[in-house]
C-alpha cells in the first residue's frame, strides 16, 4: 500500500484570503459597494466561488440577483488571475512537508473548492503544482462536503480510499472526508468559522511538523 494524503487548499496548506480579498473588493468598488476587511473574506471562504461572490452580496447590501451572480463570479476571476499570488503565502512547513511525504513514496494530492482554473494558476504561482498527482477543483459536479469530490481526487491519484488521509481546514472537509469514509485531520490556523475543536476531526494539528505522526497513528 502506498499513503495517500489528500490536502485542502484555501486555509490549509496556502493563506490565499488577502488575494481573494483584494479581487473581491476590486469588483465591490466597481459595483460601488462598501470594501471587505481580511477577516470578513476569510468568513467567506470555503464553499467555492458561487458562495463567496453571494455571501460577499449580502455582506454589502441588497443580495445578488440570481441571474447575476455567474457574470459577477467570471468579473471576479478575471481580477483574481490578474493578481493570483501577489499577497498570498504557502503556511509555515508545507515544502518541507509534501517533500518528506514524497521521499516517503505518498501519493498526494489536492481536493478543493476553488475553482480549477485558478487553483492551477494560484499553484503554478507558488511552484507546488509538481508536488501533486492529482488536483480536483470546486467544478467538480459533486464536491465538498459530497464525499466524492475527495473520492474522486483519490480516483485520480491511483489511490484507495483505504490508504487515504484527509488535511483540511474547516467544518465542510470534516464533513467531506465523512461522507468519504476516510480519517480527517485538521489544522487550527485556517478559516474555520467557528472554533476548531468544534470541527470534530480525528485530530487537531498547529504545525505541520505534527501531521506525520497524526497520520502515522490514523493509518498505522
Ligand atoms: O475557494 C474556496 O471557497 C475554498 O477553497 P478550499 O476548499 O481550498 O478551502
Ligand atoms: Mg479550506
Redesign the pocket.
Known amino acids: 500500500m502506498a499513503l495517500a494524503v489528500v490536502f485542502?487548499?484555501?486555509?490549509?496548506l496556502i493563506d490565499s484570503a488577502p488575494d481573494?480579498r483584494a479581487a473581491l473588493n476590486r469588483l465591490l468598488a466597481e459595483e460601488g459597494r462598501p470594501q471587505l476587511t481580511l477577516p470578513q473574506v476569510q468568513e467567506l471562504?470555503?464553499?467555492?466561488?458561487r458562495?463567496?461572490i453571494e455571501r460577499a452580496w449580502a455582506a454589502t447590501g441588497e443580495s445578488a440577483a440570481a441571474d447575476a451572480v455567474s457574470g459577477l463570479i467570471e468579473r471576479y476571476l478575471g481580477h483574481y488571475r490578474a493578481h493570483p499570488a501577489d499577497h498570498t503565502h504557502i503556511y509555515d512547513g508545507v515544502v518541507a512537508l509534501l517533500e518528506g511525504l514524497r521521499a516517503q513514496g505518498a501519493l498526494l494530492g489536492i481536493?478543493?473548492?476553488?475553482p480549477s482554473g485558478m487553483t492551477g494558476i494560484v499553484l503554478d504561482a507558488l511552484d507546488l503544482t509538481r508536488h501533486f498527482r492529482a488536483v480536483v477543483g470546486?467544478d467538480h459536479p459533486r464536491r465538498?462536503p459530497d464525499g466524492d469530490h475527495i473520492l474522486e481526487t483519490l480516483r485520480r491519484m491511483d489511490a484507495k480510499p483505504e490508504d487515504a488521509v484527509y488535511v483540511?481546514?474547516?467544518i465542510?472537509?470534516v464533513q467531506a472526508a465523512r461522507h468519504a469514509g476516510i480519517p480527517v485531520v485538521a489544522v487550527d490556523w485556517g478559516?474555520a468559522r467557528m472554533p476548531v475543536e468544534k470541527l470534530r476531526a480525528d485530530r487537531l494539528i498547529s504545525h505541520f511538523r505534527d501531521l506525520t505522526a497524526a497520520i502515522g497513528e490514523l493509518r498505522p
Do not use: I
Open positions: 485542502d487548499l484555501d486555509g490549509t481573494v471562504v470555503g464553499e467555492g466561488a458562495p463567496l481536493c478543493t473548492n476553488k470546486g465538498k483540511g481546514d474547516s465542510t472537509d478559516y
